[in-house]
């Protein structure tokens, strides 16, 4: 599970299951007339207010970020897991407004009619606050662009190298320590010595042949970041994709295809991105 895909919608998603999480322990009652030595029952010891409130919040938003954060999300009867979650955090939503509005139930239609001064207590009024908010979050991250920014910023890139380029400190970088009578990287050996002989050594004169240059082309590869969940679709057109690219990890573009790039994951795979809208260079 990748937790740099996560977004800011889904950091509000988080704090709000937290919030019905710490709700579950207040007393759900308000009583007139009774001291605070009084067992009130909190969610705990209310089984359809747990089960339809505060567990099918925290079941919602655990599914809505565990679908992000998977880079193939699972599909349940043709819904993803993200879809199941937002539907678990709209019921917990209308069902902890109903117990608000009546937090004894029918218990108030027998007798006389009084509910005997019983309002909703603090563990209710938190409840119904917290999953208004999971389920506004879970509703609203797809629709609003400023809750689709990524929660954790992405990583400084490392500078940029010829794809295919060798990496720091190995043969042929330009930090590396040359050994004697080794031409450094793209220069050419001394003056009448062949390339790998040693220095000292008599050596046969010999012409100097020019070193062939490969002709720099426009593309530069580059590193980039993307803001949002986006495929690498196969370079031979395939219309499946490969792999997704997650916000807040960088990747890097090799070569341009039209007005797509072709990019490479972490673990070596190479795809075109068609989508470049609002990418982050490095």
């Known amino acids: ?51 339809s409130v505060t567990l099918a919040g ?49 218990i108030d239609n027998i007798g006389s009619g009084s509910d005997g ?38 990583p400084k890139p490392p500078a940029p190298q010829p794809y295919g380029g060798q990496p720091q400190g190995g043969y042929g970088y330009p930090g590396a320590q040359q050994q004697p009578g080794q031409p450094a990287y793209g220069g050419h050996p001394q003056q009448g010595q062949p390339f790998g002989a040693q220095p000292g050594q008599p050596q046969p004169q010999q012409a100097q042949a020019p070193q062939a240059q490969q002709p720099a082309g426009d ?9 949002v969940p986006r495929p690498l679709y196969a370079e031979d057109g395939s219309p499946t994709p490969i792999a997704e690219l997650a916000p807040g990890t960088w990747y890097l573009a090799v070569e341009q295809r039209g007005p797509g790039l072709v990019a490479q994951t972490q673990d070596g795979r190479r795809g075109v991105l068609q989508d470049t809208s ?5």
Do not use: C, H
């Open 117 to 154: 001064g019983v309002d909703a207590g603090t563990g209710l009024i938190l409840s119904l606050i917290g999953a208004l908010v999971l389920a506004a979050a879970a509703i609203a991250t797809p629709l609003v662009p400023a809750l689709q920014a990524a929660l954790i910023g992405a």
């Open 1 to 51: 599970m990748n937790i740099r895909s996560l977004t800011r919608g889904d950091g509000v998603v988080i704090g709000a299951a937290v919030l019905l999480f710490i709700a579950s322990f207040l007393e759900i009652y308000s009583v007139e007339g009774v001291g605070d030595s009084a067992d009130i029952p909190n969610a705990w010891g209310n089984g359809p207010l747990l089960l």
């Open 219 to 227: 593309f530069s590869p580059f590193w980039f970041a993307v803001p």
């Open 278 to 282: 609002g990418i982050q260079r490095g």
């Open 58 to 106: 925290i079941i919602g938003a655990a599914l809505i970020v565990v679908a992000r954060g998977l880079p193939q999300v699972p599909k349940v009867a043709g819904l993803d897991l993200g879809q199941f979650g937002i539907a678990f955090t709209v019921f917990a939503a209308w069902s902890a407004l109903g117990n608000v509005f009546d937090p004894v139930g029918g």
